[in-house]
């Protein structure tokens, strides 16, 4: 270990640009066309297959995949994208070990299961490398619809819109579309600036006006789009992030892993990112260990996530778990933070031992950090919308909300788990109901 990652504080270029480039890299690299041949060929094209039902967008996949096997590609990726026009970004950060390939019953029998993300990514990017768009836009409608939040919600419901024929308005707050899959998706999971690339790639389908720099609430109301036009989907996801609520807390160094993220996610050179020598984590979910592993990636020295109810709790899978271990990061479990000590900046974080009910047990125990991110959750901003139910926008059925020709989906809707593909899906059935509600008010 050297000067650089051994000097205390927050700091960039703890490591060479050579290693950086390297941890960075596709954590699921793409399988050539040959491997992709030998990976389906160990599908059973099962009856009733228990993949397609653990896939939040029900794609077909023993039909993808024999279309993998028997050489049409292209064809495997519009099976994929007519139920999953992300598909391509899905392959890449769906949590399949808890989803389709949990249950196909290649795992089930021999523990490994076909690699159905992987084979995703191969039919989809033979897709998006012709930079050909395998879908059509119906004929005109002359409805308008706008889409509040360009996120994999938003996208998703804009495409399917576009494609039946409506002119979507779809507005976002930040200067790039993607939400999420731009601002949080871990760097090693969409390298190649892929979530733009498929973005523009999705709205090559016309028909959609993209205004970013335009947020609701700022430079809109709901009024106003519900007044100018026919229909209205809002997708704009988790704005605010949960407080620790912990003495010291605005003690500098203490972060929103979500901005972290969002910082790394934009950077043209990673060796400029400042990152501390001991980063604690506190967090149990998915943004904790993305945090976690990017520092050890920058360079941390010691990263420390640290998560108030025992592992099997966490949030993150345990591949996810897995991985955060094998990059270096260590967990302690059923801990919580009672106080951010320092002079100014953090020096050391005081954790209080808890039981799984999140009883003190009456020990405490002390971590150095001059860095700590907070990953403790995001929640909705929710003045102006439609009425919640708990901390989220009410829906019924396909998006409905408490305003008549408001839709809503994705993570600011109550229902479903917070995963791209889940708001994926939400914006595609949102669209399809938005779709059916305005042609029968033009034949009705
Ligand atoms: C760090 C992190 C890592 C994650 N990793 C994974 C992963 O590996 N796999 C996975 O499946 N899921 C992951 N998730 C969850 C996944 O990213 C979300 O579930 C998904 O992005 C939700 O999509 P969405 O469209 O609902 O919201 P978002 O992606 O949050 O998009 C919302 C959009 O709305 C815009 N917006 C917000 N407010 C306004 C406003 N007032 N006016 C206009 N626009 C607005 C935002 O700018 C944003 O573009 C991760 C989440 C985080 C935070
Ligand atoms: S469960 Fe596994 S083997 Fe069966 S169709 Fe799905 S991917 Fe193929």
Redesign the pocket.
Known sequence: MDAKTLAPGIRPGRLEAAQIEAGFTDLHPPLDGHEAQVAADRCYFCHDAPCMTACPTSIDIPLFIRQIATGTPEAAARTILSQNILGGM?A????TETLCEEVCVREVAEGKPVEIGRLQRFATDTVMSRNAHPFDRAAPTGKTVAV?????????CAHRLAMKGHDVVL????P???????????AY?STDDFAAREAAWLMQIGGITLRTG???????TLEDLTASHDAVFL?????AVNALGTEGEDRDGVLD??DF?SDLRQSTNLGTLPVGRDVVVIGG???AV??AVQSRLLGAMNVTIVYRRSQARMAASVF?QELAAAKGVRIICNASPVAVHGNGAVREVEFAFTTDDLTPTGDTFRLPADQVFR?IG?TL?AEGLPDLAGRKIAVTGAGRTSVPGVWA?????SGG????????A??RDAAEDIHASLMEQANG
Request: charge should be negative; charged fraction near 20%.
């Open positions: 899905c890449r950060v769906c949590p509040v939040g360009a996120g994999p919600a938003g996208l998703s507005f976002d707050a930040r790039k579309a993607g939400g999420l899959n731009e601002y949080g998706i871990a999971k335009h947020a609701l609430g700022r430079d809109m997708g704009v996801g988790l704005g892993a979500v993220i979910g998915m943004t993305d945090a996810e990953a995001q901003v989906g994705g993570d600011c809707a788990d917070d995963l791209t593909v889940t708001a994926v939400e914006g």
